[in-house]
T-cell receptor, first 114, second 112 residues
Framework: GAGVSQTPSNKVTEKGKYVELRCDPISGHTALYWYRQSLGQGPEFLIYFQGTGAADDSGLPNDRFFAVRPEGSVSTLKIQRTERGDSAVYLC????????????FGSGTRLTVV | RKEVEQDPGPFNVPEGATVAFNCTYSNSASQSFFWYRQDCRKEPKLLMS???SGNEDGRFTAQLNRASQYISLLIRDSKLSDSATYLCVVAGGSSNTGKLIFGQGTTLQVKP
């Protein structure tokens, strides 16, 4: 596609529920990143995929968070047993590969846990 | 201590003013440096890369001081459309996975 697409754009869920956030990167981009941005803060790194594998998941806050990219294209960020503190904008970005910092960000998914 | 530190502002300036933002970073192994711009409720977008020799793009000038681990952005002749949050970003280091580390952002409001 022309840009990075994220769905849904907004998600409201109840505390304790499970959510999935989807990212469709730019076609041909092998590197995919997930970030989380809380109000008044800069984006915070969560996980990086190179192809299908998670090359760096050091930013995932705990084991309730998990992400996959089974075919090296679309990625899904999964959050189990959501908590109110998980409320944030979840941003996905892609680039042509490691060392290419020409990220393109998607417009994000605004997650609200009530 | 945060890896990238910025004064969050806000900086309120009149149109036509010159304004400068600074940030510091803690990882001396960082290799690449950027300024991103983020409009309200939008995604961050790359404004410019920052090089040791300094670089300029129109009204915007970025500087890097590796010895002091300090990055700056200067905006001349501010326009109303420059109102946004400016994010200082570093990358590289020992892992070099392409991971970007963002500062908190500095908010600029340009007034008529």
């Amino acid at each position: 596609g022309a840009g990075v697409s994220q769905t849904p754009s907004n998600k409201v869920t109840e505390k304790g529920k499970y959510v999935e956030l989807r990212c469709d990167p730019i076609s041909g981009h092998t590197a995919l990143y997930w970030y989380r941005q809380s109000l008044g803060q800069g984006p915070e790194f969560l996980i990086y995929f190179q192809g299908t594998g998670a090359a760096d998941d050091s930013g995932l806050p705990n084991d309730r968070f998990f992400a996959v990219r089974p075919e090296g294209s679309v990625s899904t960020l999964k959050i189990q047993r959501t908590e109110r503190g998980d409320s944030a904008v979840y941003l996905c970005a892609s680039s042509s590969g490691t060392g290419d910092y020409g990220y393109t960000f998607g417009s994000g998914t605004r997650l609200t846990v009530v | 201590r945060k890896e990238v530190e910025q004064d969050p502002g806000p900086f309120n300036v009149p149109e036509g003013a010159t304004v400068a933002f600074n940030c510091t970073y803690s990882n001396s192994a960082s290799q690449s440096f950027f300024w991103y711009r983020q409009d309200c409720r939008k995604e961050p977008k790359l404004l410019m890369s920052v090089y040791s020799s300094g670089n300029e793009d129109g009204r915007f000038t970025a500087q890097l001081n590796r010895a002091s681990q300090y990055i700056s952005l200067l905006i001349r002749d501010s326009k109303l459309s420059d109102s946004a949050t400016y994010l200082c970003v570093v990358a590289g280091g020992s892992s070099n996975t392409g991971k970007l580390i963002f500062g908190q952002g500095t908010t600029l409001q340009v007034k008529p």
